[in-house]
């Protein structure tokens, strides 16, 4: 778990995953010996701070956000949501301006108004997250941020044995999206790849369980194509991984902009469930998360 605890302590909530790319990058340089298969790595300016490993002859793009949660300062001591986070007076929220580190208290007022108590002023603009807190259990991990250092984790640990395939590591998708549509374009344009599935974290439940697998979104806020939906639930029941099926009214990921595009994308939401949404206190079991690791190898090979 080495590798998802740095994953977790990495600086990047949405528009600012920089570090997190320099991350990656340095990740797979220093890995890709070892790995059945070496990638073709793209990046540049033309991908703002995404990457994509391209993999042998590709059928199929796995989508994973490298960003997460967190808050702006705005002035005097106001500070603005990125994304949707949940926010308790207390939670320790870390980050760095022109004068340095910075660790710092969440204060909520009764208005739900956000604010900081630090030493001084911070710099407006810059951005704050959740201090790493990680935990592990014989039977779970937890810390904030597993909402998507998890689905890169599991994604990096793919890539160990893929053959075939693309990797995308993707940004914004916890503030409204913006980069999966010049990814998308990319990966059909020059690979003829058309589907997808999309390494992202769920939530628990009352259909959906820590321990008993990794989860099949069949929908959530947005509907896949039911064919492709199920032509992935046949390959997970061979599989002999764990999983279970989710079905929800609410939540998106990845998958809207695949969907909303101009290109005929198939895409399917597969993932660990996780308890204490969007909080420092995320926590993931175990077995889902290795059942996930698994169940994504399998379709990869076989999709």
């Not at 764990?242 to 005929?264: I, M």
Request: charged share 25%; aromatic share 10%; with cysteine.
């Amino acid at each position: 778990m080495k590798l998802l605890k740095d994953l977790c302590e990495v600086h990047a909530p949405s528009g600012n995953e920089s570090a997190m790319k320099s991350f990656i990058l340095d990740y797979v340089k220093n890995n890709q010996k070892n790995w059945v298969s070496m990638p073709k790595v793209v990046h540049g300016e033309d991908f703002q701070d995404c990457i994509i490993l391209k993999f042998g002859q590709p059928r199929t793009a796995v989508f994973a956000h490298m960003d997460s949660i967190g808050f702006t300062v705005r002035y005097e001591n106001q500070l603005v949501p990125i994304g949707g986070p949940q926010a308790e007076a207390g939670y320790i929220l870390t980050g760095e301006d022109s004068l340095g580190p910075i660790e710092c208290e969440l204060k909520v007022d009764e208005d739900h108004k956000l604010t900081y108590k630090f030493g001084r002023a911070i710099d407006t603009g810059t951005d704050l997250v959740f201090k790493s807190n990680f935990r592990e259990t014989q039977n779970y991990v937890q810390n904030c941020y597993m909402d998507n250092r998890l689905g890169v984790y599991a994604a990096l640990k793919l890539a160990e044995k893929l053959e075939d395939g693309v990797i995308v590591f993707s940004c914004w998708e916890e503030h409204g999206g913006g980069s999966v549509p010049y990814l998308a374009k990319h990966i059909y344009e020059q690979y003829n790849v058309k589907q997808a599935l999309i390494a992202d974290i769920t939530w628990v439940t009352d259909g959906v369980h820590p321990g008993k697998g990794v989860v099949v979104s069949m929908r959530d806020r947005n509907v896949p194509r039911k064919s492709y939906i199920n032509k992935i639930i046949a390959l997970a029941k061979d599989s002999g991984v764990d999983f279970q099926l989710e079905v929800e009214g609410g939540g998106s990921s990845d998958g809207r902009e695949l969907q909303v595009s101009p290109y005929p994308f198939d895409w399917c939401f597969i993932g660990a469930p996780e308890d204490n949404v969007h909080s420092p206190d995320e926590k993931v079991h175990k077995h889902d998360i290795q059942c996930m690791i698994e169940l994504y190898r399998y379709l990869m090979a076989n999709l």
